[in-house]
């Protein structure tokens, strides 16, 4: 069965400070990564998605993520973060072949002193 | 504009009483999802449907119940059987291998 795990359940960091929040997934087909941001209040919104190609892929607000196929993770990576990116923090997978159904991990907190 | 639309954003249940959350979409996406977001635990799948008429339950589908007659809709009934409602519940639709959009939640509580 599919399973996702995110290890750092809150983490708290000053303002320029660099962030990596691990992903780990348990899957043995091609999949679909994805990383999603809930702020406070707001509904959860597409950070960025890894589909295929260049492993390293680009979102939105700075932050990248790396898929390692051998290492089954994704984790995503901001050089350096900004009170603003106060929120909680989703990696999801989705297996390929045009299933439907996403796990989620269980989430990370990021508090963002200032 | 496109997206999901959730009503009630908040809802009261008495102990014992049936509730429907609602659940739109007009992106057009085939398949629409519920799942419920408790602190610390991420967001379970209760149940989602890929097409008309037809839904798989998710990894908590216990003391819930869905339809789905529509594309656009797929509302959420939290039965007396589920013991622990309170929670947020968060609905989403996505296609086949694409990114979920999410509405904004409905938050149920218990009186």
């Known amino acids: 069965a599919q399973s996702v795990s995110q290890h750092n359940h809150h983490v708290i960091l000053s303002e320029a400070a660099s962030l990596e929040l691990g992903c780990n997934y348990s899957?043995?087909?091609?999949?679909?990564l994805f990383w999603y941001v809930q702020y406070p209040g707001q509904h959860l919104q597409l950070l960025l998605k890894y589909f295929s190609g260049d492993p390293l892929v680009k979102g939105i607000k700075g932050f990248e993520a790396e898929f390692i196929k051998s290492k089954f993770s994704f984790n995503l990576r901001k050089p350096s973060v900004q009170w603003s990116d106060t929120a909680e923090y989703f990696c999801a997978v989705n297996g390929y072949r045009g299933t439907y159904k996403y796990i989620f991990g269980t989430g990370t907190r990021l508090k963002v002193l200032a | 504009d496109g997206g999901i639309t959730q009503s009630p954003k908040y809802l009261f249940r008495k102990e014992g009483q049936n509730v429907t959350l609602s659940c739109e979409q007009n992106?057009?996406?085939?398949?629409m999802y519920w799942y419920r977001q408790d602190p610390g635990q991420g967001l379970r799948l209760i149940y989602y449907?890929?097409?008309?008429?037809?839904?798989q339950k998710g990894d908590i589908a216990e003391g819930y119940s869905v339809s789905r007659e529509k594309k656009e809709s797929f509302p959420l009934t939290v039965t007396s059987a589920q013991k622990n409602p309170t929670a947020f519940y968060l609905c989403?639709?996505?296609?086949?291998?694409?990114?979920?959009?999410f509405g904004d939640g409905t938050r149920l509580s218990i009186l």
């Open positions: 449907s890929q097409i008309v008429n037809d839904f």
């Open positions: 992106l057009n996406h085939d398949a």
């Open positions: 989403a639709s996505s296609n086949a291998n694409q990114p979920q959009h």
């Open positions: 899957y043995g087909g091609t999949v679909n």
